[in-house]
């Protein structure tokens, strides 16, 4: 949009519950992806995950393990504070937050509260996708892998049909298939955040600041 490069974010959770964590933050940018994991003290091996990875990015894979909700939110929070610059890269998701609504940033922002970690996203635009992907017809559908079918229709790594099989691939410890399918859906907002770019009114992405009026 304009001279911005769109950056997408999206999460995983353990379900919806008052006790869920993130599971997965990901991150998608011009150049590749990054993927943090949160194991909840299991087992997972960085090397052969991001070997596995490799294979379906769109440039160069960096997958961080942590061992708990806490230790993701921190070391998402380092990655987007030096990777994430306000003159050339705004922030986007798929129902990430909308005027009414969203997911992914109101959860993450109340783990945030909970463990007393620093937002991660100060002084960056953001635009939903939700919110732009309303000026193309696509024919009454209004989800994700939906809108990105009826778009772009390239083919996708999501190892999953629902957002309910990455939570129990997350009881299970299925590391592989839970990062895949984040890995899909950043890269499936990017592509969709670079076509609205060519196609959509600047106006039309009602930009707004994450950073808190108290910075």
Same mark, same amino acid.
């Given at each position: 949009?304009?001279?911005?490069?769109? =950056?997408? !974010?999206?999460?995983?959770?353990?379900?919806?519950?008052?006790?869920?964590?993130?599971?997965?933050?990901?991150?998608?940018?011009?150049?590749?992806?990054?993927? =943090?994991?949160?194991?909840?003290?299991?087992?997972?091996?960085?090397?052969?995950?991001?070997?596995?990875?490799? #294979?379906?990015?769109?440039?160069?894979?960096?997958?961080?393990?942590?061992?708990?909700?806490?230790?993701?939110?921190?070391?998402?929070?380092? =990655?987007?504070?030096?990777?994430?610059?306000?003159?050339?890269?705004?922030?986007?998701?798929?129902?990430?937050?909308?005027?009414?609504?969203?997911?992914?940033?109101? !959860?993450?922002?109340?783990?945030?509260?909970?463990?007393?970690?620093?937002?991660?996203?100060?002084? =960056?635009?953001?635009?939903?996708?939700?919110?732009?992907?309303?000026? !193309?017809?696509?024919?009454?559908?209004?989800?994700?892998?939906?809108?990105?079918? #009826?778009?772009?229709?390239?083919?996708?790594?999501?190892?999953?049909?629902?957002?309910?099989?990455?939570?129990?691939? !997350?009881?299970?410890?299925?590391?592989?298939?839970?990062?895949?399918?984040?890995?899909?859906?950043?890269?499936?907002?990017?592509?969709?955040?670079?076509?609205?770019?060519?196609?959509?009114?600047?106006?039309?992405?009602?930009?707004?600041?994450?950073?808190?009026?108290?910075?």
């Amino acid at each position: 949009m304009g001279d911005l490069s769109p =950056i997408a !974010f999206d999460i995983e959770t353990s379900g919806l519950d008052s006790d869920a964590v993130v599971t997965v933050a990901g991150l998608a940018h011009e150049l590749g992806e990054v993927l =943090i994991l949160n194991t909840e003290g299991r087992t997972a091996s960085q090397q052969k995950l991001e070997r596995v990875l490799t #294979e379906s990015s769109g440039g160069r894979i960096e997958l961080t393990v942590t061992d708990n909700e806490e230790e993701l939110l921190t070391n998402l929070a380092q =990655i987007a504070h030096s990777r994430l610059d306000e003159e050339n890269h705004y922030l986007t998701a798929y129902h990430g937050e909308t005027w009414n609504g969203g997911f992914d940033l109101p !959860f993450v922002r109340t783990a945030c509260v909970t463990h007393n970690v620093d937002w991660p996203f100060r002084n =960056i635009a953001y635009a939903d996708m939700l919110d732009v992907v309303d000026r !193309f017809d696509t024919d009454d559908k209004n989800d994700l892998v939906g809108v990105y079918k #009826e778009l772009i229709g390239n083919n996708s790594c999501d190892p999953f049909e629902d957002s309910q099989s990455a939570v129990r691939a !997350f009881e299970q410890g299925d590391w592989k298939d839970l990062l895949l399918h984040n890995l899909a859906d950043i890269q499936r907002t990017r592509e969709l955040a670079v076509l609205a770019g060519m196609y959509v009114p600047q106006s039309d992405f009602r930009m707004k600041n994450l950073d808190p009026p108290g910075d």
